[in-house]
């Protein structure tokens, strides 16, 4: 088995259905298996999945009956899995070409490379943002203050590097192939090797920074973190939470990311960056778009 395609999802079955169609569709001259994690869904997913005229050897199901998370279901389906290279794939993707043979071989061919990813594009082919750089105390300074001033990525690595709201989006970022602290989860394309050292993923987080966790630990094994975007796939992306979810869910995880990683006398810092940053999005929001909008980081101020 070369590749097992690790695919959790929460009521998502449209999306669910559509992105294991693309896998078997797209895929050509590659030997892979597909594990689908349902995380308690209520939408008949597993269902919807059982109906497909796929080969039970190639699409495994785990059904659990509680919501245990982004991270712990991951862990599920590498228990499972069998492949030599292992793909953890959003519910809400497109596969299209032969992107997982390519890639697969692209990774065979670069043997330090532990982690790698392709472009994510929206629907209206635009370019997501797909990972960045650790989250430093500058970095995290940068990016809740003064990361939407032109030029101030050239001077300070940027954690997260595409400001969707911003007039300058950086988008060209993700234009070119580079190595990167960590990528998104979205498609998270590893060797089963790397897990024989940073062991699984941290279930503590429950959704959203896993991924940056998980690439601090491989990278501090030595292993390389690629961008990719000569290969691309559609993410529909937030389809199974909302923006106050996301939103407070990476406020969680960097606090938790910090108590795991960096010195001690760095986390009351990281909470004041947090919390400037917060006030500082709440005007800003108040302003522009009106209280509706700012009412994420007001809680988001509370939770930092």
């Known amino acids: 088995m070369e590749l097992s395609i690790v695919i959790v999802s929460f009521n998502t079955k449209d999306l669910l259905v559509d992105c294991v169609e693309s896998i078997f569709a797209n895929t050509r001259n590659l030997k892979f298996e597909v594990v689908v994690i349902d995380n308690a869904s209520s939408d008949a997913s597993v269902e919807a999945i059982q109906k497909l005229k796929i080969e039970n050897f190639k699409l495994k199901i785990i059904r659990n009956r509680m919501n245990l998370g982004f991270a712990e279901a991951n862990n599920q389906g590498l228990k499972k899995a069998k492949g030599e290279f292992v793909l953890f794939l959003n519910s809400d993707t497109v596969i299209k070409d032969?992107?997982?043979?390519?890639?697969?071989?692209?990774?065979?061919?670069?043997?330090?490379?532990?982690?790698?990813?392709?472009?994510?594009?929206?629907?209206?082919?635009?370019?997501q943002g797909t990972g960045g750089y650790f989250p430093t105390l500058i970095r995290v300074f940068s990016w809740m203050t003064i990361q939407d001033i032109p030029f101030v990525d050239f001077l300070i690595k940027p954690f997260h590097p595409l400001k969707a709201k911003s007039f300058f989006k950086s988008e060209s970022f993700y234009k070119k192939k580079r190595e990167l602290d960590w990528v998104t989860g979205a498609f998270f394309l590893t060797r089963k090797e790397i897990f024989g050292g940073v062991e699984q993923w941290d279930k503590n987080y429950f959704m959203y920074f896993e991924e940056v966790d998980l690439c601090f630990r491989a990278k501090r094994l030595g292993w390389r973190v690629m961008y990719l975007p000569q290969w691309s796939i559609l993410h529909y992306g937030g389809?199974?939470?909302?923006?106050?979810?996301?939103?407070?869910?990476?406020?969680?995880?960097?606090?938790?990311f910090y108590k795991k990683f960096y010195p001690h006398w760095q986390y009351p810092l990281l909470r004041l960056f947090l919390k400037i940053g917060s006030l500082a999005r709440i005007v800003a929001l108040v302003i522009l778009e009106g209280r509706e909008s700012a009412k994420i980081y007001v809680k988001a101020y509370k939770q930092a």
């Open 239 to 256: 389809a199974s939470g909302t923006s106050e979810f996301s939103t407070l869910s990476e406020f969680r995880g960097i606090k938790r």
């Open 98 to 127: 032969n992107l997982l043979k390519e890639m697969v071989s692209w990774m065979k061919n670069n043997p330090g490379v532990g982690i790698s990813t392709c472009a994510l594009k929206n629907r209206d082919g635009s370019l």
